[in-house]
């Protein structure tokens, strides 16, 4: 079976280093500011007729705000699918960019605001879509998948859209036609799922900075300090860090194994966002960042995405007082989007009712 890379040069990783270096430093509030901030937030929410969608990865007190105001803490897909489904007309997004675009894409008639449209993804940086559409046009006879951590121009140019919850499913149903398949972005998600499938890849090499630090001799050194945890890990990781790992699944699939391994300790591979709706499900339990880098390294991650990190009760205020930062797709772009979407939560459908 094809296992091949389409490979980049190192100017996609500087490209990826400036936008880092490009990104602000937030103030520390003390919590009587946090707690005003949140209070005029709470107030222009309502007024807006306007509903908090925040990403697993964001800042804890985001997520707490979500939470508090009837919004959604999730994945990208289940915060777009929420933000459609729900009354309100204003849709704030925390996150990164293309989760705002899904969100828009999903909800066109909606307005969708974010707290910046500055904070993006290196898997997004990474496959420009002109460069994208050149590579699938290479290659006619594979049919595109691509993870949903991609711009809606890149979306629009696939087949299928996926989550790392549902690309096993999706890339097994597609082999069993008998189809070969073009992966973009995540080289170690696509190889995962290659592993795991059998199926004939072509993949675009792209990474996730922050699940591309975890390393294998770290996580083993953990282990042995704490060996009665369970290692989990977001298949965006490395093949030495999957083969380590007791389960292995998308953030929604990491949190359920937490509920339901009976372990009380949890060595996570994955953005340590996550801690804060894990640590709700599962209290009485011990929650371990893994290791990222080796011992005395300087990451680029350090298990926290710089850009999720971008998402703050200041910017998320102004945004909401001038209706700044909304996310605009080109309306015959996301038509095209919509099409590999709801290919995708169509066949979810299927997969739910069996």
Same mark, same amino acid.
């Given at each position: 079976m094809a296992d091949a890379i389409m490979s980049h040069d190192a100017a996609d990783q500087q490209l990826v280093r400036d936008y880092i270096n490009r990104i602000p430093a937030h103030d520390e509030v003390s919590p009587q500011q946090q707690a005003e901030l949140k209070q005029r937030i709470k107030a222009l929410l309502l007024r807006e007729n306007a509903v908090l969608v925040a990403h697993y990865y964001t800042d804890p007190v985001i997520q707490e705000l979500a939470e508090e105001t009837g919004?959604?803490?999730?994945?990208?897909?289940?915060?777009?699918?929420?933000?459609?489904?729900?009354?309100?007309?204003?849709?704030?997004?925390?996150? %990164?960019?293309?989760?705002?675009?899904?969100?828009?894409?999903?909800?066109?008639?909606?307005?969708?605001?974010?707290?910046?449209?500055?904070?993006?993804?290196?898997?997004?940086?990474?496959?420009?879509?002109?460069?994208?559409?050149?590579?699938?046009?290479?290659?006619?006879?594979?049919? %595109?998948?691509?993870?949903?951590?991609?711009?809606?121009?890149?979306?629009?140019?696939?087949?299928? %859209?996926?989550?790392?919850?549902?690309?096993?499913?999706v890339v097994e149903h597609l082999d069993a036609q008998g189809?070969?398949?073009?992966?973009?972005?995540?080289?170690?998600?696509?190889?995962?799922?290659?592993?795991?499938?059998?199926?004939?890849?072509?993949?675009?090499?792209?990474?996730?900075? %922050?699940?591309?630090?975890?390393?294998?001799?770290?996580?083993?050194?953990?282990?042995?300090?704490?060996?009665?945890?369970?290692?989990?890990?977001?298949?965006?990781?490395?093949?030495?860090?999957?083969?380590?790992?007791?389960?292995?699944g998308s953030t929604s699939q990491i949190i359920n194994a937490a509920v339901t391994m009976p372990n009380k300790q949890f060595i996570v591979a994955t953005d340590q966002g996550i801690f804060y709706k894990m640590q709700q499900q599962v209290p009485d339990k011990e929650l371990i960042v893994a290791p990222t880098a080796g011992s005395g390294a300087t990451c680029r991650s350090c298990a926290s995405c710089p850009w999720m990190g971008m998402n703050a009760l200041d910017n998320l205020l102004e945004s909401l007082e001038q209706g700044s930062n909304e996310v605009l797709v080109d309306v015959t772009l996301g038509e095209q989007a919509m099409k590999p979407l709801t290919r995708m939560l169509n066949f979810l459908l299927v997969v739910k009712n069996h």
């Amino acid at each position: 079976m094809a296992d091949a890379i389409m490979s980049h040069d190192a100017a996609d990783q500087q490209l990826v280093r400036d936008y880092i270096n490009r990104i602000p430093a937030h103030d520390e509030v003390s919590p009587q500011q946090q707690a005003e901030l949140k209070q005029r937030i709470k107030a222009l929410l309502l007024r807006e007729n306007a509903v908090l969608v925040a990403h697993y990865y964001t800042d804890p007190v985001i997520q707490e705000l979500a939470e508090e105001t009837g919004g959604c803490v999730s994945d990208s897909l289940e915060m777009a699918r929420f933000g459609r489904d729900n009354p309100a007309t204003t849709l704030v997004v925390a996150g %990164v960019k293309f989760m705002g675009e899904t969100a828009k894409i999903l909800s066109p008639e909606k307005r969708v605001l974010m707290p910046t449209l500055e904070a993006t993804c290196s898997l997004d940086i990474g496959c420009p879509a002109d460069e994208f559409a050149a590579f699938c046009d290479q290659h006619p006879d594979r049919t %595109v998948v691509v993870y949903a951590n991609t711009s809606a121009a890149v979306k629009a140019r696939a087949d299928w %859209v996926v989550t790392s919850s549902i690309a096993l499913k999706v890339v097994e149903h597609l082999d069993a036609q008998g189809e070969k398949i073009l992966w973009a972005p995540d080289k170690h998600l696509g190889s995962y799922v290659q592993r795991e499938t059998g199926a004939d890849v072509l993949m675009w090499d792209g990474a996730c900075i %922050v699940h591309e630090e975890f390393k294998a001799k770290a996580l083993l050194d953990l282990k042995a300090v704490y060996p009665d945890a369970a290692i989990l890990v977001h298949p965006e990781s490395p093949q030495s860090v999957v083969e380590l790992a007791d389960h292995v699944g998308s953030t929604s699939q990491i949190i359920n194994a937490a509920v339901t391994m009976p372990n009380k300790q949890f060595i996570v591979a994955t953005d340590q966002g996550i801690f804060y709706k894990m640590q709700q499900q599962v209290p009485d339990k011990e929650l371990i960042v893994a290791p990222t880098a080796g011992s005395g390294a300087t990451c680029r991650s350090c298990a926290s995405c710089p850009w999720m990190g971008m998402n703050a009760l200041d910017n998320l205020l102004e945004s909401l007082e001038q209706g700044s930062n909304e996310v605009l797709v080109d309306v015959t772009l996301g038509e095209q989007a919509m099409k590999p979407l709801t290919r995708m939560l169509n066949f979810l459908l299927v997969v739910k009712n069996h």
